[in-house]
């Protein structure tokens, strides 16, 4: 399963942005999803989370800015992220984990995918 991850880019501080993250491939289903980040010098943290069940948690530090959502239907996610701040800034990554059905065996398979990253700058 492949991620594509896009909506990144520079706005002021107070701004807003939206990333999605789409997922592709056969046979998969999505369970949780997540969005992380990292800021240069910094370790990746998790920003964001939502169960296939619509369950959601968030990092501290976004609490009150940031919402996560999915379309399940379009196996889309997306982070909403509002009132930025220059020290969201940080390339953000999609995270996606499930299972996929190889449809020769019936078999089905765990995955853990990532997008390739967005890059998203806040200025002061």
């Known amino acids: 399963v492949q991620l594509q991850a896009s909506g990144g880019g520079l706005v002021q501080a107070g701004g807003s942005l939206r990333l999605s993250c789409l997922a592709s491939?056969?046979?998969?289903?999505?369970?949780?999803v997540a969005w992380y980040r990292q800021a240069p010098g910094k370790q990746r943290e998790l920003v964001a989370g939502?169960?296939?069940?619509?369950?959601?948690n968030y990092a501290d530090s976004v609490k009150g800015r940031f919402t996560i959502s999915r379309d399940n239907a379009k196996n889309t996610m997306y982070l909403q992220m509002n009132s930025l701040k220059p020290e969201d800034t940080a390339v953000y990554y999609c995270n996606a984990e499930g299972f996929q059905i190889d449809v020769r065996t019936t078999r089905s398979s765990d995955f853990n995918s990532w997008g390739q990253g967005t890059l998203v700058t806040v200025s002061s």
């Open positions: 491939g056969r046979h998969f289903s999505i369970n949780a």
């Open positions: 939502i169960t296939r069940g619509g369950a959601v």
